[in-house]
């Protein structure tokens, strides 16, 4: 029996480990850096191990250091999560080794699947359909391809290539992010399987013989090739397709004598399907299994490891469930990281948490979150905040409820893909089931839905209010009341789509404001601003900050800046900067000081929230300045290098 379980991992899947083991009566331990040290997985854990050091290399995936960081704490069984070390065979030996309990399957069948390309011949040979592959270096038939890490998931290491030059770079690419991420910078070409639905399967396998496939997963809306809405069942395969999803995956256990939860990813299109890899673990969109099918898969794993037996058949399913992942990044600038203070961090109506209720309610709201207000959102680190899950009674029920809990939600501190994830659900093509991997490519959802000057006017509304609640004379009088009433009060804000002003007179006859004739103000406090338009009233809930205002409404949200009357003079920046777009680490400096170079050739690499990023000349000059070297931390803003135009 497991009396004491390591979590070698962090954030939201520590917390999910946790709340089942607290459920089983199961002590818990807890890993963490110290760029962790405040994180909730830290504080909900019984025992918590410092792992010196921020950088992964250097914390989560050091075996020799969460080896030790179990025997002190007297552990004596580790769970891996996802991520990180999870699919290290050699971790997995070590655990072993030091005579701990491994939550998972044996070193052997992490092994057999932690290389792909290994384990598409192992499953060529059980009759599992796969693509062909081809090494680095060998020649290539047909474009497009798609260059993937050998070993990892998580969409890191892998690189789209349609023209043949770019093949070399994109294999470099793919190779050092790979080693970077996973300690191995194997890669391979494969061809690209376009507009096809990424679907996999979960499986469950005890000791004795027993499989389970509990049902797929559609996983096809994705974002730098990496999940971000996943579904089951998938909405768009025929029952002959799923019965051969999951007798293949069935074979693909048994080949290689698989015990443990784990999952089988194929690419579908039409009747046809292919082998992509297995996950020789949890996997981040388990949530949506659990609640289709009423099981704890966490729970599940657990017994296993202790030598327990699966029943012989599993549990039917019933309903829809759909799991959205909410990161901290920025949409409509290439979905960059961002980083920062959460200030506030609110999902209304959720019915659970980390685990399906208990009393089996047939649909209803969870949320699985590795942050809380005030969580600080690093560098170091893959950005996703929480997973928001619903499940229903149909796909249609799922959806909508997920989409109204989204755009309710209040996040403030960081900017996020919340509205993103709110305009996919709502998508017409979305809610009919057509699903692909180039969904995010094929449809236009980033951009403001024009509500932003009427969310930055109640602000000025709400600022105006807090200005005269502040008043230490005539603060009596209506907020915005003018004594020469033909002189509108003005205020500008820097929105996510620019620059925003706002004009409004609040006279006898009430609110005047320009470009909102039918606009009329019922009420208005520093907190919140009521405002009726052609007959329908709306509340806006406003939180003031020192960096910027939050306006949270029935018709969306908004990060609002106040512009200032007088601003502060500015650091003029060289024309031709190129600045860090996000706090990382300078990994390489492509090109010298002096050197000449083309528009759009890569001058440096950063790495940041585990993802490398190159930065590029913006146009066709000289290298002026250079103020960077390998190995540097740098802040967002910073000015790495500068590049003086051709005339």
């Known amino acids: 029996m497991i009396r004491r379980l390591l979590v070698a991992n962090r954030a939201e899947i520590a917390r999910r480990v946790f709340r089942t083991c607290r459920d089983l009566g199961i002590e818990t331990v807890a890993v963490h850096s110290d760029a962790d040290r405040a994180a909730p997985h830290v504080a909900e854990a019984d025992h918590a191990v410092r792992l010196p050091g921020a950088r992964p290399s250097d914390t989560y995936l050091d075996v020799a250091a969460i080896v030790a960081a179990a025997r002190a704490a007297g552990a004596d069984a580790v769970h891996p999560g996802y991520g990180f070390l999870s699919e290290n065979a050699g971790f997995a030996r070590a655990v072993l080794a030091a005579g701990l309990t491994w939550v998972g399957p044996g070193p052997e069948a992490i092994a057999a699947m932690g290389s792909k390309i290994e384990a598409k011949r192992l499953m060529e040979q059980a009759g599992v359909p796969v693509l062909s592959s081809l090494a680095p270096g060998e020649p290539v038939a047909e474009f497009p391809v798609l260059v993937k890490a050998s070993a990892g998931g998580g969409g890191r290491g892998m690189r789209v290539v349609r023209d043949p030059v770019e093949l070399e770079e994109a294999v470099a690419a793919a190779g050092r992010e790979a080693l970077s991420a996973f300690g191995d910078g194997t890669v391979f070409v494969e061809p690209l399987l376009e507009r096809a639905r990424h679907v996999e399967v979960q499986i469950l396998a005890d000791a004795h013989g027993t499989v389970w496939t509990l049902g797929e997963r559609e996983c096809s809306i994705q974002r730098r090739h990496q999940k971000v809405v996943e579904e089951a069942p998938s909405p768009g395969i025929s029952p002959s397709v799923r019965e051969a999803l999951l007798e293949a995956a069935v074979r693909a256990a048994k080949a290689i004598g698989y015990v443990g939860a784990g999952t089988v990813e194929f690419l579908v299109r039409g009747d046809t399907i292919a082998f992509l890899e297995m996950n020789t673990r949890l996997q981040v969109e388990h949530p949506v299994t659990e609640c289709v099918f009423g099981v704890d898969l966490v729970r599940l794993q657990l017994e296993i490891a202790e030598g327990g037996r699966l029943p012989g058949t599993p549990p039917e399913p019933a309903g829809h469930a759909i799991e959205v992942r909410l990161y901290a990044e920025d949409p409509a600038h290439g979905f960059r990281p961002q980083s920062g203070l959460l200030r506030l961090f609110e999902v209304p109506g959720v019915d659970a948490r980390f685990v399906p209720p208990a009393d089996g309610r047939p649909y209803g709201l969870r949320l699985d979150s590795g942050v809380e207000s005030g969580s600080e959102i690093g560098v170091h680190y893959d950005p996703m905040l929480a997973k928001v899950i619903a499940w229903g009674p149909d796909r249609g029920a799922a959806a909508r409820r997920l989409a109204t809990a989204l755009a309710r939600a209040r996040v403030h501190g960081v900017t996020t893909n919340r ?109 919140e601003v009521v405002l009726e338009a052609a007959g329908v009233t709306r509340r806006f809930t406003v939180a003031r900050y020192p960096e910027a205002v939050y306006v949270d409404s029935p018709l969306g949200s908004a990060r609002l800046v106040p512009a200032p009357r007088l601003p502060e003079p500015v650091v003029r ?60 931390q740098v802040e967002a803003g910073a000015v790495l290098a500068v590049i003086e135009e051709h005339p």
């Not at 920046?573 to 890569?602: C, N, Y």
């Open 419 to 527: 509205d993103l994830l709110v305009r996919v659900l709502r998508h017409e093509a979305f809610l009919s089931g057509d699903t692909h991997t180039a969904f995010l490519d094929e449809h236009e959802l980033t951009g403001d839905d024009g509500v932003t000057p009427l969310l930055a006017l109640a602000a000025a509304l709400a600022l105006a209010s807090a200005n005269r609640a502040a008043a230490t004379a005539l603060g009596g009088l209506p907020s915005g009341w003018r004594n020469v009433p033909s002189q509108p009060q003005r205020a500008a804000f820097d929105g996510p789509d620019g620059r925003v002003e706002v004009a409004y007179r609040l006279t006898r006859d009430g609110l005047r404001a320009e470009g909102f004739d039918d606009a009329r103000l019922v009420s208005a406090t520093p907190e």
């Open 573 to 632: 920046i060289a024309p031709g900067s190129l600045l860090a777009p996000m706090p990382g680490t300078v990994l390489r400096v492509e090109v010298a000081a002096g050197a000449e170079v083309a528009a759009g050739q890569p001058v440096l690499a950063m790495e940041a929230m585990k993802m490398e990023h190159q930065i590029t000349a913006p146009a066709a000059g000289v290298v002026a300045a250079l103020n960077v070297t390998p190995g540097r």
